[in-house]
């Protein structure tokens, strides 16, 4: 697994051995970040269910400024710290927050009062826990944000999940990438 673009472009990252995590696929990752890459530069960013983080660190090679990563495994938090630790030597000094928590992913949501522009939501699929954290943080999200959540093809979620309506499903295979954009009202008067 490597970083595809950006300021460390081409960075090898570590992953967690055994069963314990499902990467995000390369192409899946890639068509992603197509998908929002003019929606990363500058923004505060959350990789909720981190696992290697690969979802928040390819953002900051891509100019986030920042990224919060959040797993309730200990194994995920220190793969997480290694591939951060090698990312920042090569990144300017544009980064203005990054941290690691490991705890659960909806305790964070509960407790935390940071805000953010884009964030990635990738559970366990068996879980049963998108839903619930896709509820609770778009309450955590800034105007104009984007949520970018990954399923399996089994799974269902809402058109419209507070001020955020769903614009766009990706289907690779098995698997599923919902895309939620914040909407704004005030600007249908315009």
């Given at each position: 697994?490597?970083?595809?673009?950006?300021?460390?472009?081409?960075?090898?990252?570590?992953?967690?051995?055994?069963?314990?995590?499902?990467?995000?696929?390369?192409?899946?990752?890639e068509?992603?970040?197509?998908?929002?890459?003019?929606?990363?530069?500058?923004?505060?960013?959350?990789?909720?269910?981190?696992?290697?983080?690969?979802?928040?660190?390819?953002?900051?090679?891509?100019?986030?400024?920042g990224?919060?990563?959040?797993?309730?495994?200990?194994?995920?938090?220190k793969?997480?710290?290694?591939?951060?630790?090698?990312l920042?030597?090569?990144?300017?000094?544009?980064?203005?927050?990054?941290?690691?928590?490991?705890?659960?992913?909806?305790?964070?949501?509960?407790?935390?009062?940071?805000?953010?522009?884009?964030?990635?939501?990738?559970?366990?699929?068996?879980?049963?826990?998108?839903?619930?954290?896709?509820?609770?943080?778009?309450?955590?999200?800034?105007?104009?944000?984007?949520?970018?959540?990954?399923?399996?093809?089994?799974?269902?979620?809402?058109?419209?999940?507070?001020?955020?309506?769903?614009?766009?499903?990706?289907?690779y295979?098995?698997?599923?990438?919902?895309?939620?954009?914040?909407?704004?009202?005030?600007r249908?008067?315009?």
């Amino acid at each position: 697994m490597r970083i595809i673009a950006g300021s460390v472009r081409g960075l090898r990252l570590e992953t967690l051995t055994g069963n314990d995590s499902r990467p995000t696929a390369a192409k899946v990752k890639e068509a992603v970040f197509s998908a929002i890459q003019f929606e990363i530069d500058g923004r505060q960013v959350l990789d909720l269910f981190a696992g290697s983080g690969q979802m928040g660190l390819e953002a900051l090679s891509r100019g986030a400024a920042g990224c919060v990563f959040v797993d309730n495994s200990a194994k995920a938090a220190k793969v997480v710290r290694n591939n951060l630790s090698r990312l920042l030597k090569g990144l300017p000094d544009h980064i203005k927050n990054v941290n690691v928590i490991n705890t659960d992913a909806m305790s964070y949501l509960k407790s935390t009062e940071d805000s953010f522009d884009l964030v990635f939501i990738d559970p366990p699929y068996a879980s049963n826990l998108l839903k619930p954290a896709l509820d609770a943080v778009q309450k955590l999200m800034n105007k104009g944000g984007v949520i970018v959540c990954e399923s399996d093809a089994d799974t269902r979620l809402p058109e419209k999940v507070g001020r955020f309506f769903l614009n766009r499903v990706y289907n690779y295979g098995r698997v599923h990438i919902w895309l939620y954009r914040y909407y704004d009202e005030s600007r249908e008067c315009e």
